[in-house]
């Protein structure tokens, strides 16, 4: 499975963004994606997640009601709509997709997308 990640960018506090991940390859073997973000300094945090078939969501408090994640399975594309940014969702945004076995778990992660947002 590749992802590729796009859509991130400089943006004024209170403004907003669009990440895409493309996905490819055996992507009928992903259980769930999610984005995952790290800001210098800091350790990678999930801001939000999304099971196969969309039927599932979660979100990192500090990201509810302004991040909305969705998956378009027909074109292997998962999106984050971000909403009223604010500096503090300054990183390193990051796709990941899970496979899910019975004894593990295996993810992939894409390159990272730079979102930056002034105030």
């Known amino acids: 499975v590749q992802l590729v990640e796009s859509g991130g960018g400089l943006v004024q506090a209170g403004g907003s963004l669009r990440l895409s991940c493309a996905a490819s390859?055996?992507?009928?073997?992903?259980?769930?994606m999610g984005w995952y973000r790290q800001a210098p300094g800091r350790k990678r945090e999930l801001v939000a997640a999304i099971t196969s078939g969309s039927s599932s969501t979660n979100y990192a408090d500090s990201v509810k009601g302004r991040f909305t994640i969705s998956r378009d399975s027909a074109r292997n594309t998962m999106y984050l709509q971000m909403n009223s940014l604010k500096p503090e969702d300054t990183a390193v945004y990051y796709c990941n997709a899970r496979e899910l076995h019975p004894m593990y778990e295996y993810d992939y992660w894409g390159q990272g997308t730079q979102v930056t947002v002034s105030s």
């Open positions: 390859g055996s992507t009928f073997s992903i259980n769930a």
